[in-house]
């Protein structure tokens, strides 16, 4: 079995450029999600039946606790043998109340797929995704105008730099 590393797992790979979205004044979970996994079905990433499913699925997570970690940052994300590769997608908001612990609001989402049998690496990607919590920089630029791009090209710089 190949040992996957956070080092190895190249945020771009996961996240793409056409997969960033800038979702505005959307103001809580499922619109989110229904936004991002819509936008992963039009890249061809998944079906839009599976989009559909994967709603429900990660909205029914969020009521077991939000995955809003704080810091304007959430983290959904599911294993599914449906998932045929680690894929993400990520929104910027103008601020959501997602139930953080710190009550502020969500403005960066990172959703990740991935599918069943990757789970190392699926925890590995979470790793790498909760360390960007302590970038001040990432911090800064979600709260700026043209947040999509700069968050886009800060993930290019993050994987250049190792």
Do not use: Y
Not at 32 to 46: C, D, K
Not at 111 to 116: E, T
Not at 148 to 159: N, P, T
């Amino acid at each position: 079995m190949e040992t996957v590393q956070s080092s190895d797992i190249r945020l771009t790979d996961v996240f793409p450029p056409s997969c960033f979205f800038e979702l505005g004044d959307l103001a809580e979970p499922r619109a989110v999600f229904t936004a991002l996994l819509a936008g992963l079905a039009r890249q061809g990433h998944i079906s839009t039946s599976d989009a559909r499913d994967f709603v429900e699925i990660l909205c029914a997570r969020e009521q077991l606790g939000p995955s809003a970690i704080g810091k304007g940052f959430a983290f959904p994300h599911l294993r599914s043998h449906r998932v045929p590769r680690l894929m993400g997608a990520v929104g910027v908001l103008k601020g959501c109340d997602w139930g953080a612990l710190d009550g502020q609001p969500t403005r960066c989402v990172f959703l990740m797929l991935s599918p069943i049998s990757r789970r190392r690496e699926h925890g590995r990607l979470l790793e790498k995704l909760f360390s960007l919590m302590r970038d001040c920089t990432l911090a800064l630029v979600i709260e700026r105008p043209g947040g999509v791009r700069m968050i886009e090209k800060h993930l290019r710089d993050l994987d250049a730099n190792g």
